[in-house]
């Protein structure tokens, strides 16, 4: 039995643990931190630094999906007028860990791609919320999980809010299909290159 609820504080640590693992193979990051070993380590440091400072925030929502009770799947929704933390509030949550374990040079190039990557989503006008992350546990994935956690439940949740867009980026095929599959358009295309090896990045929306 699936279940849908907003993240308590008492599970930022295994949201942020899933999510990480979720990550572990994207060419997002295998691009920029082609070590495996380097990558996980820095994902996993990433993401709990990413989960700490966004839930000081008042427009940052943590959802899940349990099964049975078990975390089997976590979003980050940010409304609209969400603005990312502050310096400080990134150092206090563990930013300078995540950068010692994937490298200054990597971190700060990773970072330049992935702001020029999400800007398109951030400047649609209106009333937009932005999916920053949707994960599902690798172990459950390919169960229609993500989305039925879409379908019956987040985009019920922004509707609700008085939302007029959703909006998110992705640089996977698989996800592409997907978010195309639930109703998403695509309205602006990136490619991105680094040492040689290039990325696709598409930005969508989800017009209510």
Not at 72 to 85: E, M, N, T, W
Not at 176 to 193: H, I, P, S
Not at 194 to 208: A, D, E, H, I, Q
Request: glycine share 8%; charged share 25%.
């Amino acid at each position: 039995m699936f279940t849908f609820d907003g993240m308590k504080h008492s599970e930022l640590k295994e949201c942020a643990a899933l999510a990480a693992r979720s990550f572990y193979q994207y060419d997002y990051f295998a691009i920029w931190f082609p070590e495996e070993k380097r990558r996980k380590r820095f994902l996993d440091a990433l993401v709990q630094c990413e989960f700490k400072a966004n839930s000081r925030l008042d427009t940052v929502r943590f959802l899940t999906v349990k099964e049975n009770g078990r975390i089997i799947a976590v979003a980050q929704l940010c409304a609209p007028g969400f603005q990312k933390p502050d310096d400080m509030t990134y150092v206090l949550s563990g930013w300078f860990s995540a950068q010692f374990r994937g490298g200054t040079k990597a971190v700060n190039e990773w970072r330049r791609m992935e702001e020029k990557a999400s800007a398109p989503c951030h400047a649609l006008p209106g009333r937009n919320w932005y999916l920053s992350l949707l994960s599902v546990d690798p172990g459950v994935q390919g169960k229609r999980i993500g989305s039925r956690f879409l379908k019956e439940y987040l985009i019920l949740l922004v509707e609700k809010n008085g939302g007029e867009t959703l909006s998110l980026f992705t640089n996977s095929e698989i996800n592409r299909a997907f978010y195309l599959k639930n109703g998403f358009e695509v309205f602006d295309t990136k490619e991105f290159t680094y040492n040689g090896k290039s990325l696709g990045s598409w930005s969508f929306t989800y017009r209510f």
